[in-house]
């Protein structure tokens, strides 16, 4: 199973950046999606997931209205749009899948994990 993300960078506060996460070795239209990061020196915290078919979607309190996460099932792909990137935004972001019901924030119950994706945002 390969998790690859892509799409971080360098951006000024206020700008915007799309992270892509493409998925092989899984069913990837049955596996829940979600997007964490780690920040230096902090945990890994939830940021936003989607369920399987694209119908429900959750974010942590911290980027909502201003990230929204999709997916593509035909291409194996998720994807993370931020917009309104501030500097507490930095920090190396991660896609991870995983089989889950209910409770979708919780990185332990996710199974697959890519590298990451280091962001960014200067002030």
């Known amino acids: 199973v390969q998790l690859a993300e892509s799409g971080g960078g360098l951006v000024q506060t206020g700008e915007s950046l799309r992270l892509s996460c493409v998925v092989s070795?899984?069913?990837?239209?049955?596996?829940?999606m979600g997007w964490f990061r780690q920040a230096p020196g902090k945990e890994r915290e939830f940021v936003s997931a989607i369920n399987w078919s694209g119908v429900y979607t959750y974010y942590a309190d911290s980027v909502k209205g201003r990230f929204t996460i999709s997916r593509d099932n035909a291409k194996s792909t998720v994807y993370l749009q931020m917009n309104t990137l501030n500097p507490e935004d930095t920090a190396v972001y991660y896609c991870?899948?995983?089989?889950?019901?209910?409770?979708?924030?919780?990185?332990?119950?996710?199974?697959?994990w890519g590298q990451g994706t280091q962001v960014t945002v200067s002030s």
């Open positions: 991870a899948s995983g089989r889950i019901y209910g409770d979708y924030t919780g990185a332990e119950k996710y199974s697959y």
């Open positions: 070795g899984i069913t990837f239209s049955t596996y829940v």
